[in-house]
């Protein structure tokens, strides 16, 4: 079997899931996006009327993303460094690469875990970066 867990500090979840699941000793956490517990506005996104994105900045996004995932594995008992495997997922590969890479190789410059990005055409919310994190868990 295995715990699911829900962090009191990270965004609610958008669907049916939780934010993390235990098996043994991994800590699978669900896709991470950048929005913010409690709040309706995403940061680093500008949306029209009707929803649409006008602009978002992609550093804004990165910063707030691996934050929210810090905030999941603290609240299931586990760190930043036992993160074993990151799935990168962006809506704009040739745009965005270039600087969420600097950003991610700073927050990743003591622990490097396997990593794979790949490019969508959209995310479930209007935001430009999601990631999906395996880490280890005591």
Known sequence: ???KIESSKAP???GLYPHARKVGNLLFLSGVGPRERGKKEIPGVELD???KIVSYDIETQCHSVFRNIK???EDSGSSWDKIVDVQVFLTNMKDDFKTYNRIYADYFKDNLPCRTTVEINCLPTPIAIELKVIATID
Request: hydrophobic share 40%; aromatic share 8%; net charge negative.
């Open 12 to 14: 609610e979840p958008v």
């Open 71 to 73: 905030y999941i594995l």
């Open 1 to 3: 079997m295995s715990d």
């Open 49 to 51: 009327a009707n929803g």
